[in-house]
């Protein structure tokens, strides 16, 4: 019986070029992944991966051959950097001498338990993240990109809200008996008062998208949740999971010492990540208005990222 027909193996391509990746996007499997601080974290994956066809007269590449090197790391007990590396050069090797470089993203979501802010209470916050390793000639970078949601509370509107207030405050207290200084108890129970204060300023929940480089990761384990944990100290307002009254007060109380534009917060995060030992580094940040149909976005990149965000 004649052997099945390899189409892409018996026939050239008919326009000879080099192409710089070809692949696979969205695989989904599930696996494990190796945290620094968390250890090993089953997650659902959906995988991207691509290899360069380096010889311009091949026709394809061996998708199958992709396909197998990649499904295989759902039986490992825990996929690390070194895991991830491998992966790397098993794609390149795969493809029998046709290809010279891979690219390899892992996306999935990171589910961290969190402490609410005064009561005794956790919850599950959720975090997308993106792992990509870049492998050309042997030359391995890693990127991790991830998202952090916050708050942004508008410092324009906290000065404008103040001043009505002030001018509403002034206007009463002026109104009083000639003679009669207002006591503390009296401008307490005033500002107590809902309809006294008649401006409040906006706020929005907000997304911060932050990418990092690395020629490596020391120690092998992915440092995902020490770098979010890193943007969410050094912003101060990030979103919560579980919120008594205690809890929403003391947001509120450090929102309002964190007034921020957009402009503000990616300067904030960046200044948070420059102790990272990193070769790159991009941060936006997304303001889902309250106040516009409209968000604000600010963004700054210092050095070259492997895939944009």
């Excluded at 070194?82 to 690219?103: E, F, H, P, R």
């Excluded at 503390?184 to 008649?198: G, T």
């Excluded at 917060?265 to 991009?282: H, M, P, Y």
Aim: net charge neutral; proline share 4%.
């Amino acid at each position: 019986m004649a052997g099945l027909p390899d189409i892409a193996k018996a026939t050239i391509a008919r326009e000879p070029a080099r192409l710089s990746w070809v692949g696979m996007k969205g695989i989904k499997i599930p696996m494990s992944i190796v945290d620094k601080n968390l250890g090993e974290q089953k997650i659902q994956a959906s995988i991207d991966c691509s290899v360069d066809l380096n010889d311009p007269r091949k026709r394809g590449i061996h998708m199958s051959r992709m396909y197998l090197s990649v499904t295989a790391i759902s039986k490992l007990a825990g996929v690390d950097y070194a895991t991830l590396k491998k992966l790397s050069n098993d794609l390149i090797k795969a493809q029998g001498g046709c290809s010279t470089s891979s690219l390899v993203s892992i996306s999935f979501e990171l589910f961290i338990s969190r402490q609410s802010l005064l009561s005794d209470n956790q919850g599950w916050a959720s975090y997308p993240v993106k792992i990509t390793l870049q492998n050309k000639k042997g030359k391995v970078k890693c990127q991790m990109d991830i998202q952090v949601l916050y708050s942004s509370t508008c410092p324009c509107s906290a000065a404008l809200a103040r001043q009505l207030i002030s001018q509403r405050f002034a206007k009463y207290f002026s109104a009083l008996t000639p003679g009669i200084a207002p006591n503390i108890e009296s401008v307490q129970d005033w500002l107590m008062e809902e309809e006294k204060l008649m401006a409040t300023p906006h706020s929005q929940r907000s997304i911060a998208y932050i990418s990092l480089v690395f020629d490596s990761i020391r120690g092998k384990k992915f440092p995902i949740q020490a770098m979010i944990d890193r943007a969410e100290e050094t912003i101060k307002t990030p979103v919560q999971t579980v919120v008594k009254r205690e809890d929403e007060q003391a947001f509120a109380s450090i929102n309002g010492e964190n007034l921020m534009f957009c402009e503000d917060s990616v300067r904030i995060l960046l200044d948070g990540f420059e102790n990272v030992d990193k070769t790159a580094i991009s941060i936006k940040v997304h303001h889902m208005e309250s106040l516009h149909a409209h968000d604000a976005t600010a963004e700054i990149t210092q050095g070259d990222l492997i895939l944009p965000t």
